[in-house]
C-alpha cells in the first residue's frame, strides 16, 4: 500500500451497491436469465461458428455486434473466426450505475437511432430507445459488394443491391434483372414493417403506415411475463402468448393473430401465383405439398438476356476467381457457366427486361415473406403491400 493521499473533498455520497446493483446481479435472479435466454434464438442459432465472416458478424456474433456498435460502421474491417455467440454483453453494457432516470440508456450497449441499411446507411430512423438496439440488426440487410476484373481488365464493383431504395417514380421505366443480383430483406425486416417503411409502395395507391402498436417498444411483447412450462416470454424474447389475452382474446373463434398470420399467408401465395404466371418467379413444390416461390433472373452475370428457347449459348452465372473465355462472345465467364440447353428453366424465363413496377411487386413479397411474423407486425400494411402488388401484375 502506498503513501495515504489528502483528503477529497465532501460531497454527495454515490448511489449504494446493494440499492443499484443488486435488483439485478444477484446470483437468483442472473441464474433466472440465463435460464429464459437459453431457450432464445439469439442463443440457440447459428451464430459464432457459421456467421463469423465480415458481412454476417456485425449481427450474428457478440464481437461483430460490439464492432459495428462501436465505430458505427455496417459491417466489421474483417471476417472474425474466434467470434464468440450473443450473449448478455453483446446487449448490455453499463454507462452509469444510477438507474432512476434513463434507465434503458444507462443498461444497453446501444440506442441510438438507427441507419437503415435500405438507404446504403445514410438515413438514421429513430424506433425508440429499446427499439433502436434491436433494429440495429433486425432491419432489411444492406448493400453486399464486390470487386471484380471484366474481359478488358477493368476492375469494377458488383453489387448484390443495386435497386435499394426502390423509386415508384421510375415505375414506367425497365430493369435488367441479373444472375447475382436481388433485393433480398436477410429474414429480419421485423422493424422495418413494424414501423410502415421501406416496402415498396406503387405510385397513387394508400398506404396505412401506423397502427394500433406502432408505439410500443419490442420488448412489450417479445419480454413479457416469463412462463417456465411454455419457456415463452421474459429473456427468451419469445412472446408469451398466453400473455396476449389481455388485449387479444386468443380462442379458436377469435385469435386475432392466427387470423391475420392466415390472412397474410394466403395473400403470399396468392403473389406468388401471380409473379409465376408473369414468368418472374418460378415455383416449387416439395414432397410435403409445400409450395415455394424464388425470382428467375431475366439476365446472366453480363446482362446478357437469357433466351426462352433451348440454346448452346454459354451464359455466365456465378462470378469468382477462376474464368474462361466465352468461345462465343470473348468475354471472361466467372465461376459457373449455364447453356440453355441443358437449364429446363427457359421455357419458365419471361424472355425480356423487367417493369420497375415488377421489381417491386417481387421485392414485397420478400419483404413481408422474410419478414417471418406473417403481418402481425403491422396487419394493415402488410396486407397493403401485398394486395397492391396483386393489383398491379393484374392490371396489365
Given at each position: 500500500?502506498?503513501?495515504?493521499?489528502?483528503?477529497?473533498?465532501?460531497?454527495?455520497?454515490?448511489?449504494?451497491?446493494?440499492?443499484?446493483?443488486?435488483?439485478?446481479?444477484?446470483?437468483?435472479?442472473?441464474?433466472?436469465?440465463?435460464?429464459?435466454?437459453?431457450?432464445?434464438?439469439?442463443?440457440?442459432?447459428?451464430?459464432?461458428?457459421s456467421r463469423?465472416?465480415?458481412?454476417?458478424?456485425?449481427?450474428?456474433?457478440?464481437?461483430?455486434?460490439?464492432?459495428?456498435?462501436?465505430?458505427?460502421?455496417?459491417?466489421v474491417n474483417n471476417d472474425i473466426p474466434a467470434a464468440v455467440r450473443i450473449n448478455c454483453s453483446t446487449c448490455h453494457a453499463h454507462s452509469a450505475f444510477n438507474f432512476t432516470g434513463d434507465t434503458a440508456s444507462y443498461i444497453l450497449r446501444t440506442t441510438t437511432p438507427v441507419a437503415l441499411n435500405y438507404y446504403n446507411n445514410t438515413k438514421t430512423q429513430d424506433f425508440g430507445k429499446i427499439g433502436n438496439l434491436c433494429s440495429t440488426c433486425h432491419q432489411i440487410r444492406g448493400v453486399t459488394s464486390v470487386n471484380y476484373t471484366d474481359a478488358l481488365g477493368a476492375v469494377k464493383t458488383f453489387s448484390q443491391l443495386p435497386f435499394f431504395p426502390l423509386d415508384n417514380a421510375k415505375e414506367s421505366t425497365t430493369v435488367k434483372f441479373t444472375v447475382g443480383t436481388n433485393f433480398s430483406v436477410?429474414?429480419?425486416?421485423?422493424s422495418n414493417l413494424f414501423a410502415g417503411i421501406n416496402a415498396y409502395e406503387f405510385a397513387g395507391k394508400t398506404y396505412t403506415k401506423t397502427w394500433k402498436h406502432s408505439t410500443n417498444s419490442c420488448i412489450d411483447c417479445h419480454?413479457?411475463?416469463?412462463?417456465?412450462?411454455?419457456k415463452?416470454?421474459?429473456?427468451?424474447?419469445?412472446?408469451?402468448?398466453?400473455?396476449?389475452?389481455?388485449?387479444?382474446?386468443?380462442?379458436?373463434?377469435t385469435d386475432h393473430i392466427a387470423m391475420t398470420?392466415?390472412?397474410?399467408?394466403?395473400?403470399?401465395?396468392?403473389?406468388?401465383?401471380?409473379?409465376?404466371?408473369?414468368?418472374?418467379?418460378?415455383?416449387?413444390?416439395?414432397?410435403?405439398?409445400?409450395?415455394?416461390?424464388?425470382?428467375?433472373?431475366?439476365?446472366d452475370f453480363y446482362g446478357v438476356l437469357f433466351p426462352t428457347t433451348a440454346s448452346t449459348t454459354l451464359f455466365a452465372t456465378a462470378l469468382a476467381s477462376a474464368n474462361t473465355v466465352s468461345?462465343?462472345?470473348?468475354?471472361?465467364?466467372?465461376?459457373?457457366?449455364?447453356?440453355?440447353?441443358?437449364?429446363?428453366?427457359?421455357?419458365?424465363?419471361?424472355?425480356?427486361?423487367?417493369?420497375?413496377?415488377?421489381?417491386?411487386?417481387?421485392?414485397?413479397?420478400?419483404?413481408?415473406?422474410?419478414?417471418?411474423?406473417?403481418?402481425?407486425?403491422?396487419?394493415?400494411?402488410?396486407?397493403?403491400?401485398?394486395?397492391?402488388?396483386?393489383?398491379?401484375?393484374?392490371?396489365?
Open positions: 500500500m502506498g503513501l495515504t493521499g489528502a483528503p477529497g473533498q465532501d460531497g454527495t455520497n454515490g448511489k449504494d451497491a446493494n440499492t443499484a446493483c443488486l435488483k439485478c446481479h444477484t446470483t437468483a435472479v442472473m441464474d433466472q436469465k440465463k435460464i429464459e435466454y437459453q431457450s432464445s434464438k439469439h442463443f440457440l442459432g447459428t451464430t459464432s461458428t463469423n465472416v465480415k458481412y454476417c458478424a456485425r449481427c450474428h456474433t457478440d464481437d461483430g455486434f460490439k464492432e459495428i456498435t462501436g465505430n458505427g460502421k455496417f459491417v436477410h429474414d429480419g425486416n421485423q419480454m413479457n411475463a416469463y412462463d417456465a412450462g411454455t415463452t416470454g421474459g429473456h427468451s424474447l419469445i412472446v408469451n402468448k398466453a400473455k396476449c389475452v389481455e388485449c387479444h382474446v386468443l380462442t379458436s373463434a398470420q392466415a390472412a397474410i399467408t394466403a395473400k403470399i401465395a396468392e403473389l406468388g401465383e401471380a409473379l409465376v404466371a408473369k414468368k418472374l418467379f418460378t415455383k416449387t413444390v416439395s414432397t410435403a405439398g409445400v409450395a415455394s416461390y424464388s425470382a428467375l433472373p431475366s439476365h468461345p462465343t462472345t470473348g468475354l471472361v465467364i466467372y465461376g459457373n457457366t449455364v447453356t440453355l440447353a441443358t437449364d429446363t428453366k427457359y421455357a419458365s424465363r419471361i424472355g425480356r427486361e423487367w417493369k420497375y413496377g415488377e421489381l417491386g411487386a417481387a421485392y414485397n413479397f420478400g419483404y413481408i415473406n422474410s419478414e417471418l411474423s406473417l403481418g402481425v407486425h403491422n396487419p394493415t400494411y402488410a396486407l397493403q403491400v401485398l394486395q397492391n402488388s396483386i393489383d398491379y401484375l393484374k392490371s396489365y
